[in-house]
């Protein structure tokens, strides 16, 4: 595809579901990012991976988070356990290398009722 | 970490007037900052960046100033329209270059 995508576009879960969010980043991106944003709030970084190197998990706000990327294609970010205040939009960005612009997904809406 | 404060939070001017952004961040290893535009409801977009190598950088309406003696950078955008009005944001990677820190944003009205 021409840009970054992600599914689903909205999702609604209950209290203690498991949720997974999925990325397609750009073709041939190495670099690719997870963000999420809480309502009129700023972007909060969450992991960060290159190619096949190790990933900067130093963002995920608990052990309930967790992410996955297979070599340069695709990734998932799974919640465990979901509660209220992971009620956010999440964010994937992808970029040709470090340093260089990050393009943005459209994002997932999370609500955990 | 890196820590990146932006300011002010909320910016209203008349069309045709400037708009100043200022971020300050804590990492001196930073070397790279770019600016997002996100309009209600969309995703963030590029819509300038800088180098630690250059101190300013022009792109049409938009500027961007970086001290890194005193470890800030600044948004201007000259000529405002109805159509700047958005949430800005300022970034910063961290010390690893793995990690883009955002601040805050600010809420920019531009009314005609």
Partial sequence: ???????????????????????????????????????????????????????????????????????????????????????????CASSSSRYNEQFFGPGTRLTVL | ????????????????????????????????FPWYKQELGKRPQLIIDIRSNVGEKKDQRIAVTLNKTAKHFSLHITETQPEDSAVYFCAAYNQAGTALIFGKGTTLSVSS
Avoid: M
């Fill in chain 1, 1 to 91: 595809g021409a840009g970054v995508s992600q599914s689903p576009s909205n999702k609604v879960t209950e209290k203690g579901k498991d949720v997974e969010l999925r990325c397609d980043p750009i073709s041939g991106h190495t670099a690719l990012y997870w963000y999420r944003q809480r309502l009129g709030q700023g972007l909060e970084f969450l992991i960060y991976f290159q190619g096949n190197s190790a990933p900067d998990k130093s963002g995920l706000p608990s052990d309930r988070f967790s992410a996955e990327r297979t070599g340069e294609s695709v990734s998932t970010l799974t919640i465990q356990r979901t509660q209220q205040e992971d009620s956010a939009v999440y964010l």
């Fill in chain 2, 1 to 32: 970490g890196e820590n990146v404060e932006q300011h002010p939070s909320t910016l209203s001017v008349q069309e045709g007037d400037s708009a100043v952004i200022k971020c300050t961040y804590s990492d001196s290893a930073s070397n790279y």
